[in-house]
């Protein structure tokens, strides 16, 4: 049982290129979340998903699409990234249970855009 | 607009000592009140929780104080030690009637050290 897994770790990026950052889940979680983290700002929900096919825009959406089309997947893309997306991105997971509403985290992937 | 003011930034305590951190909220619709542990290189993990029903949960060393009258909530670390030294986040959501919720609405963490 990995849990939450985030694929890549590191990434150096160019401005105006593109990437895509993988996350995956084994504990058949319905929601998924996507946050960035930087410094003195604490963690910001960027989108999130509450099923399968399904997304919806959190706190700081711009710049960013996600797609959910497996259940165990959340893929979030940045299609012209900019300096201002240098940051560490987490994944999280949570059951869709009313007795329950932990959000379980990735490690994170530290993004660098020059 | 910050929806979750958190205080303070940082924090040393003496070991044995009593590690308190606040939090107040703004919107009244928040109706679960997370605390999340975060050490360095990790991502944040889940340390103790509330709903507005119960003033106050106690696990161990940690309690929550929850106040919602003046919307406040509040982090105790009993006998604090070294090793609870990292990043404490408090967060908010609104949870769904079927289960799940929104996602979380986090302070902007406070760095706390534990002094041996």
């Known amino acids: 049982n990995a849990g939450v897994t985030q694929t890549p770790k590191f990434r150096v990026l160019k401005t105006g290129q593109s990437m895509t950052l993988l996350c995956a889940q084994d504990m058949n979680h319905e929601y998924m979340y996507w946050y960035r983290q930087d410094p003195g700002m604490g963690l910001r929900l960027i989108h999130y998903?509450?099923?399968?096919?399904?997304?919806a825009k959190g706190e700081v959406p711009d710049g960013y699409n996600v797609s959910r089309l497996k259940k165990q997947n959340f893929l979030l893309g940045l299609e012209s990234a900019a300096p201002s997306q240098t940051s560490v991105y987490f994944c999280a997971s949570s059951y869709q249970a009313s007795s329950s509403y932990e959000q379980y985290f990735g490690p994170g992937t530290r993004l660098t855009v020059t | 607009q910050q929806q979750v003011k958190q205080s303070p930034q940082s924090l040393i305590v003496q070991k044995g000592g009593i590690s308190i951190i606040n939090c107040a909220y703004e919107?009244?619709?928040?109706?679960?009140f997370p605390w999340y542990q975060q050490f360095p290189g990790k991502g944040p993990a889940l340390l103790i929780a509330i709903r507005p029903d119960v003033s106050e949960k106690k696990e161990g060393r940690f309690t929550i104080s929850f106040n919602k009258s003046a919307k406040q909530f509040s982090l105790h670390i009993m006998d604090s030690q070294p090793g609870d030294s990292a990043t404490y986040f408090c967060a908010a959501s609104t949870m769904y009637s079927g289960g799940g919720a929104d996602g979380l609405t986090f302070g902007k963490g406070t760095h706390l050290i534990i002094q041996p």
């Open positions: 998903s509450v099923g399968e096919g399904t997304t």
């Open positions: 919107n009244t619709a928040f109706d679960y």
